[in-house]
């Protein structure tokens, strides 16, 4: 049977007249038709391996985690980067699938015959030159003596020797093609460019790497990132910086002096951005003014930006003009935060106040460099610690209003890109002792801090706007050019970060005592209601510790938080940067990571360091006492989301390590349905901390339930 090589039809043979004649004729008959028996059976056998060689393969599945491993294979162009996907399902099963190849083509068993007549478009074994592989591949053209073959699992293609193109058996067609395409987001316009492909083949080719799925499609849009190394390495923006044209820079030299600068932003820990003229500067500035008159002529609601990500470059408004900015974080799908690339000042915006460079202006921009310089003062004689909130002050009321400043480089710290200079507020530079650094050094502003420190951190812009309605539009706009928060610029966050704590073995984490007597006007968020116990709820499980601790949220209530830590980076990313009076069993605010979230401090170190307790979330954290800000009232109408809680029926007890891990993999992080049994009542003093209430006013506001 054709569909079948181990099932056949037999058919009995006739006689004629029934005597030994008829029988010598069919043998005879059956000698003379013999050879072409053979032939038409070779024919048969070759039809058969074709039909099995072009059985349908299932289309390759795009792995369900946002942020999948790939093994970059080739990328003759950025829309068509050629990648394999790393793990489980995929790369494992390959090798898996290969291992069995190599086993059932083993020359030693059973010799396989080589395809005498491959044809183009046939799935095939090939045996790699190397002897030892055999992989699957798909004919492409046929020559005399040999075959290029492309291996759809590896991504690449060979011309081999036809010796080597064996049958593919009908068991090796149930994995799917495992070398796929990707595009990279932002260099759609430039797939082509030789200096984005250069920069490219050097950064990502033949390296793991992680990628963030933006789209997903045949063709999914993606994000690579470089994660060897201490910081990430967003591999899309390193190719569209290849595109600037050095020529457009300007390079700082050393013990060279530099007339016309204007300072744009001074950062709380002293770090300064400054604009020097430059032939990228007045091109940058006639550009930005071409499309100002473009945008009166366009409806700039067509160039939302529809897709942000990390590294994107586009428009946003300062001093009420348009300007370049950086995608710098995400916090969620409405608000993100920007980096003015060319003033060197952070904002957190939503994704409307966005809009897309025109088509017509944006080989031009991306062949300007930045031309915001990082810049620190030198010889300050400052260890660690930061700087005190006079010392920024007086430096920004000394450069910020100032036209006509100049500078001398000092030297130049590649590592961290930055400057160090001596700063003037006039075109004196030769006399060092009236630079800005040295009125510094002669002051009293460091002596409360005398072991403040420069970092490289950038400033956030002040967004005079009311950020506690969602509907109401926002603009950016600046104070005499003066960044009013001091929060740094936060790096490209893959995911949110989150401290591991030791758990297992250790007793689990107690949950938050409750606040000292809050002032008169403080109010706190009230009680987290939950259905009646023995009705079911869907939750989520932020933390698990063991069966005996872990904290959920209301699944329906999430997005309520969503919104209002959109909503708490907006408003406190716009405050000025005056930390408040930490105290121990208070409410603040605090910015962990790239966010800001409700907490309650639990204790404040000598260091500086402050611990808190996420009321949303669960966890616990070590951030610096001036990340910490008032919690305002609109932030205290949500309930605290996170409810501490332990599996119903047990008895209190010391977990192993084991099932700690156990419980862990299986709820930690995930989407479950939960019943309630009961709250466990505040009289049990042993777990005194299990429902905890005000000492002013007895309302409770944190509890624990067995689920």
Known sequence: MPDNPKRAILYKGGSSGGDGGGREEDENCNRRNSSASEEEERRLRQELGRRLSNHVVPFLQIPKEEYPSVLVV????????????????????????EDEMRAFYSVGQRSPTPLSSPSSGQLVAVRAEEEEEILRAQVCEVMADTVKVHYVDHGFSEVIRKTKVFELHEKFFHLPFQATKCKLAGLEPFCQEPAVLKKFEAMASGKILLAEILE?????????????????????????????????????????????????????????YCQLPSRGLAKLNETLENIEAYFHSQVTS??????????????????????????????????????FIDVGVQASVEVFELREIPPPFLRDLMAIPPQAVKCCLADLA?????????????LREKVLNTTDCSMKVVRVDDTKRCVYV????????????????????????????????????????????STLSPKTPKTVEYTNGNPTASSSPAKPHLRRALSE???????????????????????????????????????????ACHPGHFVLQPWRDMYKLVVLMGEMILYYNKMEAKPADVEKNQIYAAKVQSSWHRVLVKG???????????????????????????????????????????????KPRQWSEEASIVFRNHVEKKALGVNPKRRIAQQH?????????????????????EI
């Open 302 to 339: 067509e160039f939302l930006v529809s897709r942000p990500f990390c590294g994107k470059r586009c428009l946003a408004r300062y001093k009420g003009k348009w300007s370049r900015v950086e995608i710098s974080n995400l916090h969620g799908s409405r608000v993100l935060d920007i980096l």
């Open 501 to 543: 704590r030791g758990r297992g073995n250790a007793p689990p984490p107690r949950p938050p005592q409750a606040p000292s007597p809050p002032s008169a006007s403080l109010h706190l968020p009230p009680l987290l209601e939950l259905p009646p116990a023995g009705n079911n709820m869907d939750v989520y499980v932020s933390v």
């Open 382 to 394: 400052v260890s660690v610690g930061s700087w005190t909130p006079d010392a920024v002050q007086w």
């Open 604 to 650: 404040v170190l000598s260091n500086g360091l402050v611990s808190v307790y996420e009321l949303d979330y669960g966890k616990h954290e070590l951030v610096s006492g001036t990340q910490l800000r008032p919690l305002i009232k609109e932030f205290r109408q949500l309930p605290f989301q996170g409810v501490t809680a332990q599996l119903a029926g047990l």
């Open 216 to 272: 997903r499609g045949r063709t999914p849009v993606v994000v690579l990132y470089d994660t060897s190394q201490d910081d990430d390495v967003n591999i899309n923006a390193a190719c569209v910086k290849a595109l600037q044209d050095k020529t457009l820079a300007n390079p700082l030299q050393v013990n060279s002096a530099y007339m016309n600068v204007t300072v744009r932003s001074v950062c709380s820990d002293g770090t300064v």
């Open 422 to 465: 001596h700063l003037f507020t006039d075109k004196n530079h030769q006399d060092p002792t009236r630079s800005l650094n040295q009125q510094m050094v002669r002051s009293d502003l460091f002596k409360q801090n005398p072991d403040a420190f420069l970092t490289s951190h950038s400033s956030t812009a002040k967004i005079f706007t």
């Open 74 to 97: 080739e990328g003759t162009h950025t829309n068509g980067v050629i990648i394999r996907y790393i793990g489980e399902g995929y790369s494992q099963a390959q090798e898996s699938m």
């Open 685 to 705: 003093r042993e777990r005194r901390t299990l429902t905890e209430q005000t000492r002013s006013t007895g309302e409770e506001v944190f509890s624990w339930w």
